[in-house]
């Protein structure tokens, strides 16, 4: 399942939850990418709990993702072993997981809707420069094989 031609990709826990929310949508068209292969899904532990507790909430069992979608979303990941990784300074220190697994799992990419970090240009350019780049949904779409 997990090809050597996947591409290595941290999908932000948003995405997850937007794909869920809308399987037809860009999202929920890279989580069928995650479910066939295409994309590697990389999340340290720290994010991967993230993603079950955030998919697990009580306002989302009431707008149709219940605990299978954790329990999928899980199965799915790729947990990476956990590492000291210097993570740049963030505007928003809750996002310290995502980059820690995109460093941990050395990712070609992070996939977010979450302008904290799609959108801060100094992080963007940062995290550039040691290859790793931060993509919306949308545009990770164009990227996939």
Do not use: C, K, Q
């Not at 066939?36 to 507790?53: F, S």
Request: no cysteine; charged share 20%.
């Amino acid at each position: 399942m997990h090809g050597g031609s996947a591409l290595r990709a941290v999908v932000d826990t948003n995405v997850w939850v937007s794909g869920y929310l809308h399987p037809g949508g860009a999202p929920g068209r890279i989580l069928r990418a995650v479910r066939d292969g295409r994309v590697l899904a990389l999340a340290t532990a720290a994010l991967a709990e993230e993603i079950v507790e955030v998919l697990e909430r009580p306002r989302l069992l009431r707008l149709g993702v219940g605990p299978e979608s954790a329990a999928e979303a899980l199965w799915l990941l790729r947990i990476l072993p956990e590492e000291d990784a210097a993570v740049p300074p963030i505007r928003n220190p809750s996002d310290e997981p995502v980059l820690a697994s995109a460093f941990a799992g050395r990712a070609a990419f992070i996939v977010s809707g979450d302008d904290d970090l799609a959108g801060d240009a100094s992080l963007v350019a940062l995290l550039a420069e040691t290859g790793i780049a931060v993509v919306r949904p949308a545009a990770f779409l164009r990227l996939l094989p």
